[in-house]
């Protein structure tokens, strides 16, 4: 089955184009000029690009750095890795210099979207610190194990393919429950709550300033059009090629852009890129339109399409390990429930456009990653095929997309 | 809007399905032999089917293998005791006659060699050297463990053997006079043992207690042992072969081509034997033989059995004839493969696409036929 935009989104395009669902024909604005959107994301003023997102592109590189030091046994420590965390400017926390320099960091933006988190700073802090305790406990409780077999309650190794996985003795990756809840916490959070939410981008005088082409101080953009390249550049920030990154979908992070990457490739939801990419150029042009209420239409596909991805990674990995729970494949199954595990994290930063929430609050998240994670002493060597079942159906119960669709990727 | 987009969906999926569901059954499903489990029954012998594969193939094929592996064994013992360059020689011949035989039975990861990891145990290349020297001048590893695949089986011994040194005059003398060669025969030994073990092992429970089970589980579900064995058969085509052997060596999944990483690297003349042992041992599988001996019940009388037609030709011929040019394009390959995609990498890509053409009748038009799923999806890659 082809993958269907869901009703409501259908409808709204509908409602505002009136005849017209293709995103890419002119559109008639408020003021009667058509807005077109350019074939690829490239914007000029004065025959200068307008597009910026460097510091997107600074957090995916100390993430990717980060990666590597998840693994790293010889070298990392806990002062080490959390001191990429929360690097500050000038200190020597990456093996790339210009990261070193910056004064930017990942932690500072995690759980800090201007819709979610400006006053629930408390809960801010309770995700930062799950973030530092995954860290932590990758250097405190699987690198102990690095050259033994695991086992119920004991850290080590297992074999998942010709692959080897180090668990901790609940059986986690915790260096995978970093990477896929950065995936929520810093990319999705920033970009669908942040950077595309009219708090952000309609901000003081933003939408003066964008009518007037007032540009931002010693820039050749907007700030409007910055902050909409600042979401832009937590997708396809790493990209070798900023205006056609679809040419390289995937392969250019291993956050949102892999996953993407991913989740275009199943069949079942092959259009989701060009989709997306769509409606970043369409609603960057919108703005240079001064048409906002076609800016928020596209914030709004890009908002729904952007926590599908998250969802349907998190039933693809539950029913992933489920099969091979079943086969008693321990290390695809663990290595397969730490992929999930990140990613049901990452629903909390979900978005519902119908709502303005999240798919999943809290509450839920927590109770879902209870299930996971509380069968037993030993975390998930006591799992049952049954719980994991249970967990992909209520996920996909709430998008439009069913655990089968999402299960494989054919 | 939508209405007109599920008719066309609809549409294509009707289009779909009449085009390339297989032949009537010409049998009525019912056919009384009851070996026939659940859906998709078709009165093919399924029971008959499994007993070819255990009895004629896989069992006689470990059988052949074992004796190799300890032959082997016998060899690096005395080359051991007495590192002379005749005995490096003996030993040379035996692995070589041991990394031949294992072609034969290394798509057979099922049952007690899915359990043991026989195959990433033998033949993980590129071998890890860096690892390798290590445990041996520290004594301390455990082959157990699934971070040491790679420096252990056939390519920690084709290291060993051939390049621990970097001419043939150093390898001997390394071997006759090098202070660390007492404790490299002992890591080579150690190799030795452990192929030999895990053979023993796999033989064993097949011939004990695996191939009844096997041959008893005819059902046609994924669990059934005809869907998991033609998964892991098409597995092994694919990832171990089509792309192990050739596709990665030639850049297929890289950059740059991957020299380094072609089989048997360091002994530099038989990448390419080893490949159309391979690819015979394969095409004989789907033809339901072995080495020597079986009776033909395989893939291909099984799709002859469902008359399955693509293009108006047995889709039989069509995988035999692919398997032949694919044969065709490694044969006009170099011995070693390290040379060829270094010299002229386009005739390797070539290999590569003739055995890739398979991959779509064998995964693709054959499973669609046997009404088989596909178990496995490509690994994540981290």
Redesign the interface.
């Known amino acids: 089955?082809?993958y269907?935009p869901n009703?409501f989104l259908?409808a709204t395009l509908?409602f505002v184009s009136c005849s017209d669902?293709d995103n890419t024909d002119p559109i008639p604005d408020n003021g009667g000029v058509d807005i077109e959107a350019p074939l690829t994301y490239n914007f000029e003023r004065n025959g200068e690009t307008t597009v910026s997102f460097d510091g997107q592109t600074t957090r995916i590189r100390m993430g990717e750095e980060v990666v590597g030091a998840l693994l790293d046994f010889d070298n990392s420590t806990s002062e080490s890795l959390l001191a990429k965390f929360n690097h500050q400017e000038g200190e020597s926390n990456f093996e790339n210099e210009t990261l070193n320099a910056s004064n930017k960091n990942l932690s500072s933006k995690t759980a800090a979207s201007r819709d979610y988190f400006v006053t629930n700073t408390a809960e801010t802090a309770v995700i930062r610190a799950d973030f530092e305790t995954y860290m932590e406990k990758q250097i405190s409780d699987v690198f102990p194990g690095e050259?033994?077999?695991a086992e119920p309650g004991v850290a080590g190794?297992?074999?998942?393919?010709?692959?080897?996985?180090w668990v901790a003795p609940d059986g986690l990756e915790y260096n995978q429950l970093w990477i896929k809840g950065m995936i929520g916490a810093l990319m999705a959070d920033q970009m669908l709550n942040n950077y595309l939410s009219p708090a952000v981008l309609d901000e003081a005088d933003n939408i003066e300033n964008n009518d007037n082409e007032v540009l931002a101080e010693g820039k050749n953009y907007t700030t409007m059009e910055h902050k909409w390249d600042e979401a832009y550049g937590y997708l396809f920030g790493n990209s070798p090629s900023a205006t056609n990154p679809l040419a390289t979908l995937g392969d250019d992070d291993?956050f949102l852009n892999k996953y993407l990457g991913r989740v275009e490739n199943d069949p079942d939801f092959a259009g989701i890129a060009q989709e997306i990419f769509d409606a970043f150029k369409l609603g960057r042009a919108a703005i240079v339109g001064k048409n906002y209420q076609l800016r928020e239409v596209q914030a709004a596909i890009i908002q729904e399409r952007v926590s599908e991805i998250i969802a349907i990674r998190a039933v693809y990995y539950l029913e992933?390990g489920r099969m091979a729970l079943e086969q008693e494949n321990f290390?695809t199954s663990f290595?397969d429930l730490s992929?999930g595990y990140g990613f049901i994290y990452s629903l909390r930063f979900t978005r519902n456009t119908v709502t303005g929430e999240p798919y999943f609050n809290r509450t839920e998240v927590d109770a879902m990653l209870s299930q996971l994670m509380e069968q037993g002493p030993n975390g998930l060597w006591d799992l049952t095929p049954g719980v994991l079942s249970d967990l992909a159906e209520t996920i996909a119960a709430k998008f439009s997309f069913t655990v089968a669709q999402a299960a494989?990727?054919? | 809007m939508l209405k007109k987009i599920f008719f066309i969906l609809f549409t294509g999926l009707l289009l779909a399905c009449s085009s390339d569901d297989p032949a009537p059954d010409p049998d009525n499903g019912n056919g009384g032999n009851g070996n026939n489990g659940g859906e998709g029954t078709t009165g093919f012998d399924r029971a008959a089917l499994l007993a070819n594969w255990a009895d004629n193939i896989i069992v006689p094929a470990y059988q052949d293998f074992y004796p190799t592996t300890e032959a082997l064994e016998v060899s690096v013992t005395a080359f051991r005791e007495n590192p002379t360059a005749v005995n490096l020689e003996q030993v040379r011949t035996d692995w070589l006659n041991a990394y031949r035989a294992f072609q034969w039975v290394s798509m057979f990861e099922t049952g007690p060699a899915e359990d043991l990891r026989f195959r990433a145990r033998l033949n993980t290349y590129p071998a890890d050297t860096a690892t390798i020297d290590e445990f041996i001048a520290t004594g301390t590893y455990d082959l157990e463990l699934p971070s040491t695949i790679d420096a252990q089986g056939f390519p920690a011994l084709d290291y060993l053997l051939f390049g621990i040194a970097d001419t043939e005059e150093e390898i001997i003398d390394f071997y006759e006079n090098d202070p660390t060669a007492v404790n490299t025969l002992v890591y080579m030994q150690a190799l030795a043992v452990n192929i030999k073990t895990l053979t023993s092992l796999v033989r064993d429970l097949w011939q004990s207690s695996f191939a009844a089970s096997f041959k008893a589980n005819t059902d046609a579900s994924a669990t059934g042992s005809i869907d998991k064995l033609t998964n892991d058969f098409i597995f092994y085509y694919e990832k171990a072969l089509r792309a192990g052997k050739i596709g990665i060596p030639a850049g297929v999944f890289s950059t740059d081509p991957l020299p380094q990483n072609v089989e048997a690297f360091y002994n530099q003349e038989v990448s390419k034997e080893l490949a159309l042992e391979a690819l015979l041992a394969v095409q004989n599988f789907f033809n339901g033989t072995g080495a020597n001996g079986g009776n033909g019940r395989g893939f291909k009388s099984y799709l002859d059995f469902l008359n399955t037609i693509k293009n108006g030709e047995d889709l039989s011929t069509l995988i035999n004839e692919q398997f032949d040019l694919a044969r065709l394009a490694i044969n006009d390959l170099d011995d070693n493969f390290a040379t060829q995609v270094q010299t002229d990498n386009i005739a390797m890509l070539e290999a590569y696409d003739e055995l890739q053409r398979n991959v779509i009748l064998i995964k693709v038009d054959m499973l669609q036929a046997l009404s088989i799923d596909v178990d496995f999806v490509d690994t994540d890659g981290d």
């Open positions: 089955m082809k269907l009703l259908a509908l669902d050259f033994q077999a190794q297992l074999a998942d393919g010709s692959a080897t996985r291993s992933q290390g290595h992929e494989d990727s054919n």
